[in-house]
């Protein structure tokens, strides 16, 4: 897991500041739960922000990556 379940808790009391601690606690363990649904890609080499100039103007993606951002993308291996 990249975020432990203590820092995935953090962040949603920031995020979702007078929701109970209760479901607060349950939305973090659904979170760390689904661990093994996800896969990590690395997209460094296959970005096309690395091939086109425009991309940044177009693409959200493209703009972070110009910007020196680290790109994570996740992908579910359900269907």
């Keep these: 897991?990249?975020?432990s379940?203590?820092?995935i808790e953090r962040i949603l009391?920031?995020?979702?500041a007078g929701f109970p601690n209760e479901?607060?606690?349950?939305?973090?363990?659904a979170i760390?739960?689904?661990h093994g649904v996800w896969n990590e890609l690395d997209i460094s080499g296959n970005?096309?922000?690395e091939y086109s100039c425009q991309c940044k103007d177009i693409c959200q993606i493209g703009d972070a990556f110009y910007k020196g951002k680290k790109i994570r993308v996740f992908v579910?291996?359900?269907s």
């Design 1 to 3: 897991m990249l975020l």
């Design 5 to 7: 379940s203590e820092e």
């Design 13 to 16: 009391r920031e995020k979702f």
């Design 23 to 29: 479901k607060i606690h349950e939305a973090a363990e």
């Design 32 to 34: 760390v739960k689904a």
């Design 47 to 49: 970005l096309g922000a």
């Design 76 to 78: 579910s291996n359900r």
